[in-house]
């Protein structure tokens, strides 16, 4: 984990909201296995083809690889709140593209304001995708 300037633990560009989110998001799984997560110390890296690059060039989007919010058995979840997140709509079009197409995986956006409107909901899609899809 990276250390502040204060020299403490605590995570540098998180949320409160998105670590309340993901905490509650662990403890109410059933399968606590293989979760890459930044609270739990570690994340999980997705390195770039050259094919991803290809498609983020064309976009206009300089990344080489992408930090994943939430990873579990090839399924991720993307914290996407208001401040972070702002205006990446198309961005985010196309890493949900990559990631399913060229990775292998399954991905779930959720918004900060939707889970604000309805926290409960929010979670309980979050299991259901994490668990039974």
Do not use: A, P
């Not at 670590?19 to 399968?31: A, G, Q």
């Not at 919010?69 to 961005?91: A, C, M, R």
């Not at 939707?114 to 909901?121: D, G, M, P, T, V």
């Amino acid at each position: 984990m990276k250390k502040n300037k204060n020299g403490d633990s605590s995570l540098l560009n998180v949320s409160k909201v998105s670590l309340e989110f993901f905490k509650e998001i662990v403890s109410r799984l059933k399968n606590k296995d293989n979760i890459y997560t930044y609270f739990l110390n570690h994340e999980y890296i997705v390195y770039l083809t050259k094919k991803d690059l290809t498609i983020l060039k064309e976009n206009n989007i300089d990344k080489h690889i992408y930090y994943l919010d939430f990873w579990q058995n090839n399924k991720v979840i993307e914290f996407n709140g208001t401040y972070w997140h702002k205006n990446l709509q198309l961005e985010d079009t196309i890493r949900k593209q990559i990631l399913e197409e060229n990775h292998g995986m399954k991905v779930l956006f959720v918004d900060e304001c939707e889970y604000y409107k309805n926290k409960e909901k929010v979670l309980n899609e979050c299991i259901n995708f994490l668990e039974n899809e």
